[in-house]
């Protein structure tokens, strides 16, 4: 550093020195006794030791004597603090130091001094707020479900953590590798394809609404629709979800590969009526619900019927795998006589 400079730099310093010489008696602003180190909320890793140096104001050894410092201790929320996890420093500080704290939400320390000349008891030196968490958790119980092809609901329980923990939730489309494999792989059709997939692929669709719904445990959910900003993308088959959570701590991210096409869950069938067309059989026909006439794998219908007074008992039907008919009937046959069903 060249000396033109130094002048400059001892004005600063000096600046310095004088806001905090004027700051360092006073708690969260207030003028008391003293001050705490470090101030105000204090945010701990758990696993790391909780220091908390009391100091009292340094013309107080010309008031208190020498040993002004043995008159400070510390409480936690409304309890003494006990002697092994205190330190004397010098005549003005005492200091507090807990190995291995516990995981808390909030606990409020107080420095206060046993004023015995003025007997009182306790005099407010400073306070600090002290929680204890963790960097955010991996989730264990993520999971997305498309309800009947027409939305797209994502849950999961945010882990406990004292300190507050933020998620972004996005999912990104995996290519549609199917209309790209072999001999087709170079055409004209399969290159724009494949451009249009790399485009929608770099742009994640974020969370329109994440919502956190208090519970015990409480959790968290994501929905898209066709008319959520942005959609729910029904026509692809895979998608990678990415959820990023953040705390003071830091920041990690969960991908969860997502099939589809196997996380449909449909309606019930609708419009169902049941018409006796023999005495030991009858026909049944239903509506696919709407939105599934577009579900590009199909729908299975498994036919399951009880006998309404003697055995309540599921029976089984019949199995249609496929249909493409949106109002499909089928019959029933080989049904006891006289017998009544239910719809
Ligand atoms: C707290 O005190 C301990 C022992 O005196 C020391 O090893 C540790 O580094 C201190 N921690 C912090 C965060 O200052
Ligand atoms: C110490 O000085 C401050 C002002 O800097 C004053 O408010 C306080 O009363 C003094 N304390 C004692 C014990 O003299
Ligand atoms: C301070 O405490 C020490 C030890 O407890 C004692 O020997 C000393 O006399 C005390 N000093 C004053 C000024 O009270
Ligand atoms: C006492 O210790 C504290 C903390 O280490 C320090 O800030 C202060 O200047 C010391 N006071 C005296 C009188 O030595
Ligand atoms: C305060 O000092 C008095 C007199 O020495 C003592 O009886 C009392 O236990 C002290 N209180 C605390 C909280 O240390
Ligand atoms: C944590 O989040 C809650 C609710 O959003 C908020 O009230 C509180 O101030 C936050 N705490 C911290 C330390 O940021
Ligand atoms: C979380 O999402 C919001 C908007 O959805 C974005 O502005 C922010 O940068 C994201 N944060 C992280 C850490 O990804
Ligand atoms: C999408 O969800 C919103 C909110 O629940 C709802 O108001 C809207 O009607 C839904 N859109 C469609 C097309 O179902
Ligand atoms: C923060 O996250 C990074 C990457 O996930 C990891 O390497 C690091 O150990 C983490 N730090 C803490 C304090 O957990
Ligand atoms: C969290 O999940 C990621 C992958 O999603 C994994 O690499 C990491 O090891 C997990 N962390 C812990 C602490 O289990
Ligand atoms: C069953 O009977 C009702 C009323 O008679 C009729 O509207 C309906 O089309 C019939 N269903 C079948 C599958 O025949
Ligand atoms: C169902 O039929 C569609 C065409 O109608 C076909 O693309 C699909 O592969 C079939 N799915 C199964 C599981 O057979």
């Not at 002048?7 to 008391?32: R, Y």
């Not at 008891?121 to 498309?146: A, H, R, W, Y």
Request: with cysteine; aromatic share 10%; glycine share 4%.
């Amino acid at each position: 550093m060249g000396s033109p400079h130094q002048p400059c730099l001892l004005i600063f310093i000096a600046v310095l020195s004088s806001i905090a010489g004027a700051e360092c008696c006073t708690c969260a602003k207030m003028k008391t006794l003293g001050y705490t180190v470090p101030s105000g909320d204090i945010t701990l890793l758990y696993g790391d030791a909780l220091n908390i140096t009391c100091n009292l104001c340094d013309n107080s050894t010309l008031a208190y004597g020498e040993n002004a410092s043995a008159l400070l201790y510390f409480e936690r929320n409304n309890d003494l603090v006990p002697k092994e996890e205190i330190e004397i420093i010098n005549s003005t500080s005492i200091r507090l130091h807990v190995q291995r704290h516990p995981m808390v939400k909030k606990d409020m320390y107080y420095c206060l001094f046993n004023d015995t000349r003025n007997r009182k008891e306790e005099k407010l030196v400073c306070m600090n707020t002290v929680i204890v968490g963790v960097p955010p958790q991996n989730v264990t119980d993520f999971s997305c479900i498309s309800r009947n092809y027409e939305d797209l609901v994502c849950t999961w329980t945010p882990p406990e953590n004292y300190v507050n923990t933020s998620y972004n939730l996005s999912y990104t489309l995996k290519g549609r590798a199917g209309s790209c494999l072999g001999n087709s792989k170079n055409s004209k059709k399969c290159i724009n394809e494949k451009r249009k997939v790399r485009k929608i692929t770099l742009n994640p669709h974020r969370c329109p609404n994440l919502e956190y719904e208090k519970g015990d445990p409480p959790k968290m959910h994501c929905f898209w629709n066709i008319s959520t900003n942005p959609q729910y993308r029904q026509a692809h088959p895979a998608f990678d979800f990415t959820l990023t959570m953040w705390n003071v701590f830091n920041m990690t991210t969960q991908v969860f590969p997502f099939d589809h096409f196997k996380n449909v869950r449909p309606n019930a069938p609708e419009k169902l009526t049941a018409n006796a067309t023999s005495p030991h059989s009858i026909l049944l026909s239903w509506k696919i619900p709407s939105s599934l006439n577009i579900f590009p794998p199909g729908v299975h219908h498994r036919i399951l019927y009880q006998c309404q007074h003697y055995e309540k008992k599921w029976q089984f039907g019949g199995l249609i795998t496929n249909i493409s008919n949106k109002s499909p009937v089928y019959e029933l046959k080989n049904l006891k006589k006289f017998s009544m069903y239910r719809t």
